[in-house]
């Protein structure tokens, strides 16, 4: 079992930059690899970058490609999103999500959520 907590959304002008967290607890949490994920208003949730837990390979959407950084400290426990240069089209609400599948693809099925996290992006 593995619990996932969001944290760092918040409200940004168009150009700023947010920094998500994803805090993961359990006794396997560090295994798992991590998506980032996004629900725009109106939209289906789609990810938007993971990061596997052996290799630490990292992936993006081609809609945040060079905008966001994902990366995990040292005990693989916190997940981080670091968002920049943002657009209004980034505004959804995150979640972040662990499957036990040791690469990373932003298309596979995930075993546990967290509840989210709200990003704005507007003048």
């Known amino acids: 079992q593995v619990r996932l907590v969001e944290s760092g959304g918040g409200k940004v002008e168009p150009g700023g930059s947010l920094r998500l967290s994803c805090e993961a607890s359990g006794v396997s949490a560090h295994l798992y690899t991590i998506t980032w994920f996004r629900q725009a208003p109106g939209s289906a949730r789609a990810g938007v970058s993971c990061?596997?837990?052996?290799?630490?390979?990292?992936r993006y959407s081609d809609s945040v490609k060079g905008r966001f950084t994902i990366s995990r400290d040292s005990a693989g426990r916190t997940v981080y999103l670091q968002m920049d240069n943002l657009r209004p089209e980034d505004t959804g609400i995150y979640y972040c999500?662990?499957?036990?599948?040791?690469?990373?693809?932003?298309?596979?099925?995930?075993?546990?959520w967290g509840e989210g996290t709200p990003g704005t992006v507007s003048s």
């Open positions: 999500a662990a499957t036990g599948v040791h690469y990373c693809d932003l298309g596979q099925r995930m075993d546990y």
């Open positions: 990061i596997s837990y052996r290799d630490r390979r990292t």
